[in-house]
């Protein structure tokens, strides 16, 4: 992921308009999005077609999270907002999770590459995170730019069962490790674009690869939404030498697998 700006949002719209829409009866699902930027109306239009993993940043997004209905919803704290987090927000945030029983703890983790002077107190977050999730048995839904390795090892001690590497960009080499943990990674629409992006969706194994937006976001022209993920079917057809409705099924069958739906 690179550095997202919280504050813009996308202009409403009633529903995904119809040649955004998922094509055939399977519902799209979109592993990682924050939903709680989106404009009621827009979201409400995604909700119809997709299934929405919905992210959250911090207690007051987590709780908007938890009021949509239809979604996967994710709580957590950013690691970009531990710096503004007030004192008691990640106690509070920790008896939401255990009170709401919801399956996700996200978006949490380390990030080294944009707020590496508040590492530190990333650690004491993750680390509470994790044994939150390996107590209740929750997937972790991980951001990690330039701290692939250290979110990993973390998971690795955490003893957690189910993961997701969001926009995984890091080392080729640890994308076996990712699979041999059981753990999986998202492919952005980013991928029609971004180098790195590609190598890593060439090398994965395919059954560790689901499809997310990250959206709303704006990335090098890109507007970031649950209708993007087309973009990446279509990019992961092309890398993988396949049809894209075979890439659709594959990506389908994993992300069925980490959410349990």
Same mark, same amino acid.
């Given at each position: 992921?690179?550095?997202?700006?919280? /504050? #813009?949002?996308?202009?409403?719209?009633? =529903?995904?308009? =119809?040649?955004? #829409?998922?094509?055939?009866?399977?519902?799209? *699902?979109?592993?990682? !999005?924050?939903?709680?930027?989106?404009?009621? +109306?827009?979201?409400?239009?995604?909700?119809?077609?997709?299934?929405?993993?919905?992210?959250? +940043?911090?207690? /007051?997004?987590?709780?908007?999270?938890?009021?949509?209905?239809?979604?996967?919803?994710?709580?957590? $704290?950013?690691?970009?907002?531990? =710096? /503004?987090?007030?004192?008691? +927000?990640?106690?509070?945030?920790?008896?939401? !999770? @255990?009170?709401?029983?919801?399956?996700?703890?996200?978006?949490?983790?380390?990030?080294?590459?944009?707020?590496?002077?508040?590492? @530190? #107190?990333?650690?004491?977050?993750?680390?509470?995170?994790?044994?939150?999730?390996? =107590?209740?048995? &929750? *997937? %972790?839904? %991980?951001?990690?730019?330039?701290?692939?390795?250290?979110?990993?090892?973390?998971?690795?001690?955490? +003893?957690?069962?189910?993961?997701? $590497?969001?926009?995984?960009?890091?080392?080729?080499?640890?994308?076996?490790? $990712?699979?041999? &943990?059981?753990?999986?990674?998202? $492919?952005?629409?980013? !991928?029609?674009?971004?180098?790195?992006?590609? @190598?890593?969706?060439? @090398?994965?194994?395919?059954?560790?690869?689901?499809?997310?937006?990250?959206?709303?976001?704006?990335?090098?022209?890109?507007?970031?939404?649950?209708?993007?993920?087309?973009?990446? *079917?279509?990019?992961?057809?092309?890398?993988?030498?396949?049809?894209?409705?075979?890439? /659709?099924?594959?990506?389908?069958?994993?992300?069925?697998?980490?959410?349990?739906?």
């Amino acid at each position: 992921m690179q550095q997202r700006n919280s /504050s #813009r949002r996308p202009g409403a719209a009633p =529903e995904a308009p =119809e040649e955004s #829409r998922p094509e055939g009866g399977e519902r799209v *699902v979109d592993s990682h !999005v924050h939903c709680h930027e989106f404009s009621r +109306d827009e979201l409400n239009g995604y909700l119809k077609s997709w299934t929405l993993v919905c992210v959250s +940043d911090d207690v /007051s997004s987590s709780r908007r999270t938890l009021e949509i209905a239809g979604a996967v919803r994710c709580l957590g $704290i950013h690691p970009w907002r531990v =710096e /503004s987090a007030q004192p008691g +927000d990640l106690e509070t945030l920790l008896k939401l !999770v @255990e009170r709401s029983e919801v399956p996700c703890v996200g978006e949490v983790g380390l990030d080294r590459r944009f707020v590496q002077h508040t590492i @530190e #107190r990333q650690r004491e977050y993750f680390k509470a995170f994790l044994r939150l999730a390996r =107590e209740l048995d &929750l *997937v %972790v839904n %991980v951001h990690a730019p330039d701290a692939w390795h250290e979110a990993l090892d973390g998971l690795r001690r955490a +003893d957690i069962d189910r993961a997701l $590497i969001h926009w995984y960009t890091g080392p080729v080499e640890l994308l076996e490790t $990712i699979r041999d &943990l059981g753990y999986y990674i998202s $492919i952005n629409p980013a !991928v029609a674009i971004q180098r790195r992006h590609q @190598e890593v969706a060439r @090398e994965a194994d395919r059954r560790i690869v689901v499809l997310e937006s990250d959206g709303p976001y704006e990335y090098r022209g890109l507007r970031l939404a649950p209708p993007a993920i087309r973009m990446a *079917v279509e990019k992961l057809a092309e890398l993988w030498g396949v049809p894209q409705n075979c890439v /659709s099924e594959i990506v389908g069958t994993n992300a069925k697998r980490l959410w349990r739906l």
